[in-house]
Structures are given as structure tokens and as C-alpha cells.
């Protein structure tokens, strides 16, 4: 093969992985569970909600006409007629003209009533009610699908789903949600220099960092991470180690391999038993990716370097998984932020930069692709488009936040 | 008990709060499955890293020296006299003058050498390879210890940990990783007019959308929520739930109860079990929370509004959370905006405000707290400070995001 690798664009790469990504597969958690997980169906509300009209405050129902110009010391006087109970409706309880009845917060809003008067603005003689401020038509009331009306689309399929999310689902009955299956993504770290994490390094060895990164971070994006553990740059371990990996996932990433013989291996292994859709990235860093397909399953080559292996994830691979999650609007978590320097770029190529951000300030922390330390000490990404030559200071820039 | 509470400001209630949290507990967690964990204890790199000088590029090991003034038309001739296998340290390696060694990415450089130079700018003839550019000392080589040093601390205990933690936290030989027990918070759900999700409310009735809510919620704060279903407002069941969850739970939360005699009945069982110790914060929405200890277990009573039980799970429990998971800097998602209208408040008390955010401005989205739909209509929070009677259009203000 070449030394130099045929790049595509950025966008090209992500439409190769999109159209590869499996279809979502469905499946229900529960109302309490869902949180975070991608909703798989459209979701109308079942009922009204809220279902009746309620008070929201403690107090009396009333006929707002009659408190028309209440005060403190000219009080409206209301004769009190009974006591709404929580939890039920009470058909015979109604208001006619100068009469209340006793209402909790909550509470189904008797016939004839209008509008809630606070206790706190009411002071009781007996059976009369001082009423010693005016109520307008529907105040402290929560009307009867004020909320959400029945057969309203509440939320489209898609979402990702937040705590407050869980709580409208349950209001609208939706006690079983109906939500994508979380993608089971494999991890082949490959290389002889790595040892596991438990393992002390001899001289030339490195502990597998990339492994625990990529399991953490696909775990946090809400998919099953499955490690294959670490295996040797030889072509019998690679295929023994695919062929048990793409059956038992939905996508293989194969993590490692930095160097142009582990590439080339990778690269080879991929096409004897699928094929090669992409190899090069115009892409800084993460140049030397690769994108193929084993058994119709997405399998990719990410480059050794953590800090490429990173961008990687998050320029290419993050955009299959969302279709994979059938994900419509990703919450990419950015900030805006203004340049503090100059960077340069070649132009060509899409180029990730971590930066610090303090004050609004966004600092490049330029270091090698190889080093940790920039990926834990940056608080997250900006990128230079595919045609600029760099970015100048005082730019706005948005930071794509780890 | 009065019909007015007697409220207390937000910092105060918090520092109550604070100060019932249970200790954190330590277990140890897999360094794959760490990620949005809490940190228990310091971690120290157990070695340099990386352990030697490693090359970052596919290339020769060359002395630089060698290779001034090496250009396309003018190349230094160097002869190769061997390679560097990945993985280990073959002593036997070393280079003399104008001497190269082929290197591949992440290889151990071979004794002699001080610089790399990319295989791209070379060019092989037999065993002499000619070097088209200069290398400088020290160019393409990751030092020992460049990225992390021996004995130094990586991470201070308290940290949430991220992806990236993660794979410097195998680098650094931490397994088994020590991270903060997850707490157990027990939710009770009260109200005569509450069914679960599954059922079809009747007149008068509504479904319990907190439950689900403030478990969802929990889950992603990193503890483990147990919920205990709906009872009734009658004491007996009160005290028979509590009975169960206090012992079961590290924290619990009763949701509900948004009227007077619900909040009564919460008060009453917590001060018959245990104590109150906060009975109304000035906190808007939110006032009607209360803050107990029974058994030496915080109890809360939160209100049964949705819009108020969730700003007092942000505003008051998540510091007391943040205790008990021995949080040091919580990661409180935000972003600057500029108001787009001037907001009211009442001075003396705290008040959250929900907006929607759009091109860096943000609009409140002013709703009854009985509403579901602003919760989730609305991108986040802003807080206007017990001291204020309001902001002002214009204003720089900082969302809590979701």
C-alpha cells in the first residue's frame, strides 16, 4: 500500500459513516429509567392534563364577581359551603352567588367557581368568609388542559431525554417509554508496546489508555461498551479477535496501531474479510482513520494517539452513533468564547484544537497528538473549517465542551 | 402549626443541609466504568509517562546533527543499521555518526539518537536513506516524563471523573479506580389525588410525574434513587413508609404535598420521628420545603409543584448531594447570556426563573409551577439573588443549563 493516504473531506467521512450505521432497534424501559436514553416513537398525551380545572393555591373557591372591589377593610363576606376533598370530585359541590367553598391546592375547582383566593387574604368568622382582596376570572387556577391537551404531540421521536422529560412521560401514561436500544460498540486495542492498566510497563511498553477512554466515553454517550481486550499487531490475533467482535456488536472500533505497519495490518485485515470505505481523513488530528464494513457492521481503525483517537470519536464516530440512536437533534454541549491568539491551519483539512476556556477566553493548548496531559488539563475543542488558513485573535469561536 | 412559615434564606437552608450529609463512602469501580464517578482519594502517576523517549512519527531515529542544512536537493545520507520493534527495549540498538534507525510511532529511541524524522521526508536507497529536512534536537520525540512524572498527583480527590480521566487513570496504573459510593435516596410520593403513570386518572386525580422526574434526576446526579410508590396523606401510611425507607436509604426525599395539610402531615410524622430543622426558604419557587433528620438521616419535604420541586432539588439538595459524594467542584453546567426583558423579583428571597435561551439571549418563560411544560419548554435556569428586586433587559446573566 502507499505511504500517503488518499484523504477525504471531514463531511464525506461522516456521510460514509452515516449511511453505514445500523437502523435503531427499539425496546421499553421504565418511566423512572428513561432519562438520558433516546425516545424511539412520537408520544401524544393520553388525557388532558391536567384533567380538571384546579386550584393552585390553598384558599376558597369563589365567584370572582363577587369580590369586585374587596380590601382589607371592606371585605367581601362569603358564606362557606363545604370543603373540596383531594383526590376525587365531589358532584354535589357547587357555589351559588356570595358563597365559597374550602379548596386545597390541587383540588378539583367546584362548579360555579371561577377563580382561588390565597388564605393567606381571607379570615374566617364562623361559616362566613372575609374575603379582603379582589379575584379576577381564572386566577390561581390551573385550567383543564392548560398543560397539555389530549392527543397533542408532546415530544417527537428522536429526544434525548431529560429527568424533567420523565416526569411530562409519566403525566402523559406513558409508564413503559419507548426507547432506542443502546448500540453494543466493541474495542480491539491493539499494539505490542501496550500493557492493561494493571500491569507495571517494561522499557518500550505503555499502558492502554485508549481502551478506558473510549469505554467510558461511548458508555457516557449511552451505548454498551465491550472490551476485547489488548491484542499483538499480528495478523492471526487481529482476525481470531474480529471474528469474535463484529458478531457480538453493532459496531467494532479498533483502537490503536498509530504506527503505518499497525495501520497497514488493520487496513488489511478489514478488506480480506469486508471492505475499506475510507482510509485517511483530511481530519488534524486523526488523519490515518479508517471506516470499513464486516458483515455489513461498521468496524473502524482509529489512530493510536489518545488525543486523536478522541477527535475522532467525537468529528466521526459520534455522528453514526447518533444515527445508530436514531438521534435528531444531538445536545452538543458548546460555548461561545473569543480567541485569545492566532492559529494557524492548513487549509484543506478540518483541524481540532483543545483549548482552555477562562472568562470567555478561549487558549489554545497545543502538544502533541501522543500526550494525556492536554486532554484532561483542556476543557474542550474548537474547530478550524476544512477552508481557513487559522483563526484570528478576537474570533468567536464555539467550544465544543469534553 | 402557623398558617406562615418562618423562612430562612437559601445559603442558610444549604449550609443545613450540608451539614446533615453523611460522609462519603469509598468502593472501587473498574477504571472502564469510572467515567461521571466522584473521585475518592488523590491519584499519583505510578511512573514516568511515557517510561522512555518515544518517536510520535513512522520514521528514522538520527542524530540531528547530522542532518543540518538536509534538504530535497541537497540530502544527508545516513546509514540505517537496524529497527525498532514496538513493545520492548532492544539494548543492542544504538546509533553512531550519521548513523539512522527505522522507527515506528511510539518505539523506544534507540540510544545515540535525539531526534525523528518522518519517513515522508526520506528516501531509501539499499541500506543508505536520505534525509530531505533538517531534524531539530529533540523534533518528533515524546520525552519521558513529558506527559506525566512519578509520584506526581494527577487528580485531586472530589473530581467527576471524564472519558479522558479515564484513560489517565489506566495510564497511571489505577485499575480498580476508588470513586464515592453511590448514595441511596428513597422517594415517597404523596397525595390522596396521585396515580402512577400506568393508570388513567379519574376526575380529580393526576399522575405523578415527580416521582419519575426526581428519580430520573437523581440516576444522572450519580445515586442510585429508590422509589416507594404513592401512599395517601393519612399518617399512619406516612409513618409506616418512612419506617421502611429511612433505614434503606442514605437520603429521603418526600415529594407532594403541595397543600397545607399535606405539608402538615409531612412536618408532623418528621418532627414526631426525628426533627425539623428548616421549615420555608426564602426561595421562590420553592418556599414550602422542608429539611429534617430522622435517625440521623436527612429527610426533605419537597413541594408537590414540579417547577418547585426541581429548583429545590437544584438549589438545596444537589449542595447536600455534592457533600455526601464528596464533590469538590461540582460541574454546574452553564452558559453567559443577556436578558432579553427585565424580570421582578421580590427582594429578600432567592428566586430561579425558567428561559429559553436562543443566540445568546434569554427570555423567561414565566408559568405557574403547577405546569409541566415550561419545565421542559425551558433550557434552564437563572437566578436572581435574595438582595435584588429584579434585573434589568440587558443584564449579563448565567444559565444553569438542564
Redesign the interface.
Known sequence: MS??LTVIAVTDAVAVAEKIAPAPKMETVP??????RILAQDITA??D????D?S?V?GYAVRSSDTTGASGSSPALLQCVGRV?????DSTLAIGNTECIYI?????LPAGADAAVM??YTEKAGDTILIKKPASHGENI?LKD???RKGDTVFFKGRK???????????????AVPVAQKPVVGIIST????V???V??????????????????L??YGCI?R?YGIIR?DRESFEMMIAKAVPECDLVLLSGG?????RDMTAAVIAAKGEILVHGIALAPGKPTIIGKIDGKPVFGLP???ASA?VVLIAIVRPLLDRMLGQKRPLL?S??AILGVNIPSQRGREEYVRVVVDQ?VATPLFG??????T??KSDGLICIPAGYEGLEKGSRVEVIL?
Open positions: 505511504r500517503f418511566v423512572d429509567q428513561c432519562a438520558g393520553d388525557t392534563i391536567p384533567g380538571f384546579r393552585v390553598d376533598m383531594m383526590g376525587g370530585r386545597p391546592t390541587g383540588g378539583f388564605v393567606e390551573l392548560e398543560d397539555f431525554i431529560t429527568p424533567q422529560d420523565a416526569g411530562v412521560l409519566a403525566a402523559c401514561g406513558c409508564a499494539g505490542n508496546e501496550l492493561p492498566a494493571s507495571v510497563p517494561e522499557p518500550g511498553q505503555v499502558r492502554d489508555a485508549n481502551g478506558p477512554m473510549l469505554a467510558a466515553w458508555a457516557e461498551p472490551r499487531d498509530s504506527s503505518k505497519d499497525d493510536g494517539h489518545p478522541f454541549r460555548i461561545p470567555g502533541k497528538s501522543g500526550l494525556l496531559n486532554l484532561v469534553w
